[in-house]
């Protein structure tokens, strides 16, 4: 069985993507909360690395020895906080003290990021350099349990990046036609692990929720995000409406039962692994949200 192929038994067909910041909870809840979900039957449990974040290799080496046999993935590893070497230490050590239980997503982060270091943001060539060091690692320390590494990869270039160099890609806030794109482009050998968001409630709420996604992106000159929705054929109009085809693609909201049949809808437009990020104000009701999601998504 290839590394690939284990991951995809590993994870199964859903798990849950909880946010690292601003509503980081102090590390008791954290581990409170990954337990609650590996039992309500998420079979991973994701968060990521940014700004007013903890460090991300020491905050899930805590986590993994402290929760079930749950997989914890890395969504994701901003490249702007460490060398390449040291992500594929890190990866490494984690791998091999909880075998089978880690994914390591990486990402370029945002120009804003780049420019608090006074540096160019030129993601493509910036991921292609890190990658190589990180292979480079690699070949002179090899890791002696394999672990798959996929990147936030939403455009072409840089999802032809993770076919080529890595074991997949884990877009970010991208609408469910997003999926069949990128699988067009990974081909059917490599990992493809959308994030999701999901809500239980109307089209309005769901709308509000879009219009903060956007209203974030542009105030953080997320272009990447923008770029992408208009890639897929939403116009200016559509983003900043935002249209009702807009809100349904980018939003999976109504009941519970609505949810998970959306959501299978996302599984057979052929990603992996699809991870539910609940529309919510706070990280114990995101929890409260999946909790309450799983008997339906997960059945």
Do not use: C
Request: hydrophobic share 40%; no cysteine; glycine share 10%.
């Amino acid at each position: 069985m290839t590394l690939v192929e284990d991951t995809r038994a590993r994870l199964g067909a859903f798990g849950a993507w909880l946010p690292s910041a601003p509503m980081a909870p102090p590390p008791d809840v954290e581990r409170a909360a990954t337990r609650r979900l590996a039992e309500a039957g998420y079979r991973s449990v994701w968060s990521g690395e940014g700004p007013g974040s903890r460090e991300l290799f020491a905050h899930f080496g805590a986590l993994l020895a402290s929760v079930p046999d749950v997989v914890l993935g890395a969504g994701i590893a901003n490249l702007w906080a460490r060398r390449g070497t040291t992500a594929h230490k890190g990866g490494a050590t984690l791998a091999h003290a909880h075998p089978g239980r880690f994914v390591l997503g990486i990402g370029a982060g945002h120009a804003f990021q780049a420019a608090k270091l006074g540096e160019d943001y030129r993601p493509i060539d910036r991921m292609r350099a890190y990658l190589s060091e990180m292979d480079t690692s690699a070949a002179e320390t090899p890791s002696p349990v394999p672990f798959p590494r996929v990147l936030a990869a939403v455009g072409p270039r840089m999802l032809e990046l993770a076919r080529d160099h890595a074991d997949g890609a884990h877009p970010f806030a991208q609408p469910v036609s997003h999926t069949p794109y990128a699988r067009g482009i990974l081909g059917p050998g490599k990992l493809l692990i959308p994030q999701q968001t999901v809500l239980l409630g109307s089209r309005e709420d769901a709308r509000a929720s879009v219009r903060r996604r956007v209203a974030q992106s542009r105030e953080h000159r997320v272009e990447a995000y923008l770029a992408g929705w208009k890639r897929l054929g939403y116009t200016g109009s559509d983003i900043d409406g935002p249209s009702d085809r807009f809100v349904d693609d980018l939003v999976l909201w109504g009941d519970a039962a609505t949810i998970a049949k959306r959501l299978g809808e996302v599984l057979d437009a052929g990603a992996d692994h699809v991870l539910l990020t609940p529309s919510a104000s706070t990280f114990e009701s995101t929890v409260d949200v999946l909790v309450e999601l799983a008997p339906a998504v997960l059945r």
